[in-house]
């Protein structure tokens, strides 16, 4: 069993399947996370980057409403 990092509930993964550079979600925080090491097992979250986030076509939608309006 693996204890999640972000809210320590216990993810129905046996250590002997992971990985190094897996990645498996938490059902119960639902965090992505991304296996660093497994001896010694070492989780850590994936964290979304808000960056792709900024470059989303719905601002640019946004800004021609704006100029029809001008
Ligand atoms: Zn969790």
Redesign the pocket.
């Known amino acids: 069993m693996v204890i999640?990092?972000?809210?320590?509930?216990e993810?129905d993964v046996e250590e002997d399947e992971l990985e190094e550079a897996d990645t498996l979600s938490?059902?119960?925080?639902?965090?992505d996370?991304h296996v660093v090491s497994v001896d010694p097992l070492d989780l850590e979250p994936v964290e979304d980057d808000d960056d792709d986030d900024e470059e989303a076509p719905d601002f640019e939608d946004e800004d021609e409403e704006d100029e029809k309006w001008k």
């Open positions: 999640c990092p972000v809210c320590d509930a993810i938490c059902d119960e925080c639902g965090a996370l």
